[in-house]
């Protein structure tokens, strides 16, 4: 079954890996093999893609830039869709739109406002994630998100059919969406931005990047934030309080820099991070009563 997918993948113009290491396709840097990884090479091969799995009732995993994902081990018995820089067209609309498909980078969505004198993206600048992603995930950082900045969202749905969600109609609440709750495939997003000076839009992004740097451990693997922030704490700062920066298991380690993040500090294994993830939450529950919900998702076998 893979194999027929595979060989019509191909001939849609995609690049296809077998037996795919994930760890090579997420920020982790670790967990198993895919039987398929597909990259489509444009939408219209996308969709083509698409339709062919729904006629062999195949359900794709759909990746970015696996920057919010975890693999286990054992991998993924299916196949993945990888929408990557070959469906990354960014345009203007007009003076203050801009169109962005979603297989951009944020870096390279932030610099085209940047170059445009465009403000509103600093929030992102650093985020290490595309605009599907992104919109996903509603993502933010710094006081900004996504929902500030959408207008509206081309996908494709479960049927295989091209739809659209308005600002409206996408739900964007605190690391979620429309699409964290449905089958759909983000295609592309239009955004809403101001006109601002260049230099100013410089030094924010710039502001934004060095924090990054100076508080993240942005050196080793990881899917940034680990935890999403419970209601009335700030989730580093629950772990922190229970003793477990640089706690340890396996190769996985709450970071020494920011106990928000998990690591992967000596060559973890997926289980390693899954393992320290569940202490952490058992820990901090049983010092705090509070039970920390995974910003990352587990995926595989």
């Known amino acids: 079954m893979y194999n027929e997918i595979a060989l019509f993948a191909e001939k849609c113009g995609a690049t296809v890996i077998k037996d795919a290491p994930m760890k090579k396709y997420t920020s982790f840097r670790c967990g198993g093999n895919a039987s398929v990884l597909v990259i489509p090479n444009s939408v219209d091969c996308l969709k083509q893609i698409i339709d062919f799995c729904n006629s062999k009732s195949i359900k794709p995993l759909i990746i970015g830039n696996g920057s919010n994902l975890l693999v286990t081990d054992n991998g993924i018995n299916g196949v993945v869709i990888k929408i990557g820089s070959d469906i990354s067209k960014i345009e203007l609309l007009d003076e203050t739109t801009i169109r962005c498909e979603a297989g951009a980078s944020l870096k390279s969505l932030c610099m085209f406002a940047l170059e445009n004198s465009l403000s509103g993206l600093e929030f992102a600048y650093g985020i290490p994630g595309t605009l599907g992603g992104a919109v996903y995930m509603n993502a933010g950082a ?4 996504m929902k500030d900045v959408l207008i509206s969202t081309t996908h494709i ?22 699409y964290t709750d449905n089958d759909y495939i983000i295609v592309s997003a239009v955004m809403k931005l101001k006109k601002a000076d260049k230099k100013d839009i410089k030094e924010a992004m710039d502001d934004k990047l060095q924090r990054r740097k100076d508080k993240q451990p942005l050196e080793y693997g990881s899917a940034g934030s680990t935890f999403k922030r419970p209601t009335g704490y700030f989730a580093g700062a629950l772990i922190e309080q229970s003793g477990l920066k640089g706690y ?20 973890a294994t997926s289980t390693d991070v899954i393992n320290l993830i569940r202490d952490v939450q058992r820990i901090v529950y049983e010092k705090h009563g509070v039970m920390l919900e995974t910003e990352v998702k587990i995926i595989g076998e």
Do not use: C, M, P
Request: aromatic share 8%.
């Open 248 to 267: 340890t298991v396996g190769g996985a380690q709450v970071s020494e820099k920011h106990a928000g993040f998990v690591i992967n500090k000596n060559n």
């Open 142 to 145: 710094y006081g900004g998100e």
């Open 157 to 178: 749905d479960s049927n295989g059919d091209f739809g659209e969600l308005t600002q409206e109609n996408l739900n964007l609440i605190y690391r979620g969406s429309a």
